[in-house]
Every structure is written in C-alpha cells, then in structure tokens.
C-alpha cells in the first residue's frame, strides 16, 4: 500500500469498512466551515462565501484519476452541464474529493470541469458532514448552503437516491434567491 496513489492507498483502507455518517449536520444548522486547497491553485474557504452568495457542496466519490464510481460519474458530468444555470441562481459549485492533488489535477484536465474543484485525500470534510464511507472511499452527498452560511438543503448517499438531482439543486437555489 503506498500514500495516496493508485487504487489501494492509504484512503482506500481508511474507508474500506462501511459506515454511515457521524454528526451529520441538519437543515438549519450553521454550515461546518472548511479550508481546502483548489486544482489551479490556492485554497478555498467556505466562510469567504457567507454574506456573498449561496454554495452548492458536491461531495463525490472518486477512486482514482481513472476510476469513478459509476453513480457519481454522471452526476459529475450533469453537474458540469448545469453549472452556468447554477452561476445563474447567483451561488457557486464547490466539487470536493478525496482524490490527491496529482489525482485531481487529472480529473480537472479529463473531463474540462469548470466548477472549483477541492481535494480531500484525508476525507476530513467528508466526515465532518456525514458522508459516510464504503469500501475504499467516502460516500457522495450534496448541501447547499444559503448567503448567511445556513444549511437549507443536503442529501446522503442512499442505494436508492445516490445523488441529488441537478434540477431539484437548482430549484432550490430558486427558493433562497
């Protein structure tokens, strides 16, 4: 097992097990801040976002640079689609990962993402907002959090609803204007 390269890392035995999440935060709630560093450089951080405008959180699960999870694949790539409808609504699209910075960089260049994209390989995000893992990497989930910093929306993995639909997210950006 090496760092954070390849399939079988250091992250993917971190997350092998499966568990839900822990100290999920609630609709409501004062959004978890964070500070995570950006494919193109810098760092992004959450709270530079309160009192500007709304943030989508797209939590994804990505295994490698060339292996992603075939739920979030798509969502992924809807979400690239719809991302001026969410620039639109006046919020932003924060896409996090728990891919390495080598990792990331591959992903950003692949597949021409236009959103921010952060990386995570420690998950600490992750589990601060209660995504959960299985079997190698955390679980995907979404928040969007409104201009005073404020939760009004998430979704957890579930078999059944593994992401947010793009249009419900945009609709409720529509709600909190």
Do not use: W
């Not at 390849?6 to 993917?12: A, D, I, P, Q, V």
């Not at 797209?58 to 790539?77: D, G, S, V």
């Not at 579930?158 to 909190?176: G, H, P, R, V």
């Amino acid at each position: 097992m090496t760092g954070n390269t390849g399939l079988f890392n250091e992250r993917f035995a971190k997350n092998f097990i499966p568990l839900p999440g822990f100290r999920v935060p609630s609709v409501g709630d004062v959004a978890p801040d964070f500070t995570l560093p950006r494919i193109g450089g810098g760092v992004v951080k959450l709270s530079d976002y309160r009192g500007q405008q709304p943030v989508v959180l797209a939590f994804t699960r990505i295994f490698t640079e060339k292996l992603f999870c075939p739920f979030c694949y798509p969502h992924i790539q809807d979400l690239k689609q719809s991302y001026q409808e969410i620039r639109d609504r006046g919020a932003e699209l924060l896409m996090i990962s728990s891919t390495d910075p080598v990792q990331s960089e591959q992903i950003v260049s692949d597949l021409y993402l236009p959103y921010p994209f952060l990386y995570d390989p420690d998950c600490n995000t992750f589990r601060l907002y209660g995504a959960g893992q299985a079997l190698g990497a955390p679980l995907p989930a979404q928040y969007i959090i409104d201009r005073e910093g404020r939760i009004t929306y998430k979704h957890l993995f579930s078999f059944i609803d593994s992401n947010a639909y793009t249009d419900l997210i945009l609709k409720e950006l529509e709600k909190i204007g």
